[in-house]
């Protein structure tokens, strides 16, 4: 398996071989199966948001950020569906963690799940471009091996979503049953798809997703001090100047996909933290149009979800 050339070629918007993708799905499946459902990571390190197949932009990133593997990266999910390029996208995260496993960590999000990308465009595209649904079935089961947490210097944790009424203790996390689709409730749905709302003064309410829940500081508060936290990093919504700061500094949003469905007009960002977890936000724009290959699409996907 030469991963390097696989990089070049899904960097130029080439596909890979179906064979070639099961290799690299096998090779990735057997990573996973050595980590646990939360990776514990040091700073220095670079976290980034939603990707959402917008393989140009994903490449500016990389070049705004730095490359593998001078660079370490904690990617927060939401790596397909909407863009135009979820399957080079997907597998070109997959070749770097198969050839940097200790310098690049992918979790979970909403999106890495076999209902979600029936409705939301992977599926189509992987049908598309090969014809069959060979090559979605074979990324179905790296996104259930997928861990779901990432706790930096023991002091942050990084989930895609946000906090669950059934989380008092970040232990509990190791004892999910991740290597299945997301499930539509409960405590890993929870971590995948809830949000902190800024207009809540308390507890929790019930999520306009359809899954998950909206909840408020004194939630954010409790679960911090309880486990001996500094602050909390997700992703999952869309913030149009590229990161959001929640409840004081205690939740903060990370969004990674510039022009979000190629008209929401946002900027995008990744937080570099430093040794002493210093913050430092990388603002940058969509890719020039230079990069990306014409696609006649008349109707860019939607965006709520």
């Known amino acids: 398996m030469d991963l390097q050339s696989y990089i070049e070629r899904l960097s130029r918007q080439d596909k890979l071989l179906e064979n070639e993708v099961k290799t690299l799905c096998d090779t990735i ?161 929870d971590l995948l798809w809830s949000d902190p709302d800024d207009q809540q003064k308390k507890g929790w309410n019930i999520s306009p997703r359809g899954a998950g829940y909206l909840f408020g500081p004194d939630v954010v508060d409790k679960f911090r001090h309880d486990n001996s936290l500094e602050y909390i990093i997700r992703a999952h919504q869309l913030v149009l100047e590229g990161y959001k700061w929640h409840f004081k500094n205690t939740v903060l949003t990370v969004w990674s996909a510039p022009n979000y469905c190629y008209r929401c007009g946002n900027v995008a960002s990744v937080l570099e933290l430093t040794e002493s977890r210093g913050t430092n936000f990388i603002i940058f724009d969509a890719a020039p149009e230079s990069c990306r290959t014409p696609i006649n699409n008349p109707h860019p996907p939607e965006y709520f979800i």
């Open 29 to 189: 499946l057997d990573i996973y199966s050595t980590e646990k459902n939360i990776i514990n990571l040091t700073t220095p390190l670079t976290v980034a948001g939603d990707i959402h197949g917008q393989l140009p932009d994903l490449l500016e990133l990389f070049s705004v950020a730095g490359d593998l593997p001078w660079t370490t990266f904690l990617f927060l999910g939401d790596y397909v569906d909407r863009g135009y390029h979820s399957v080079e996208s997907y597998l070109l995260l997959l070749c770097l963690k198969a050839l940097y496993p200790q310098r690049i960590t992918l979790i979970r999000g909403n999106h890495e799940s076999e209902e979600i990308t029936q409705v939301y465009g992977f599926y189509d595209e992987c049908l598309h471009k090969y014809g069959n649904i060979l090559v979605w079935k074979y990324c179905l089961n790296t996104f259930n091996a997928l861990p779901i947490a990432a706790l930096i210097d023991n002091k942050v944790i990084c989930v895609h979503g946000g906090l669950s009424p059934d989380l008092t203790k970040v232990d509990q996390m190791y004892k999910i049953e991740r290597k299945m689709d997301v499930p539509h409730e409960g405590l890993f749905c």
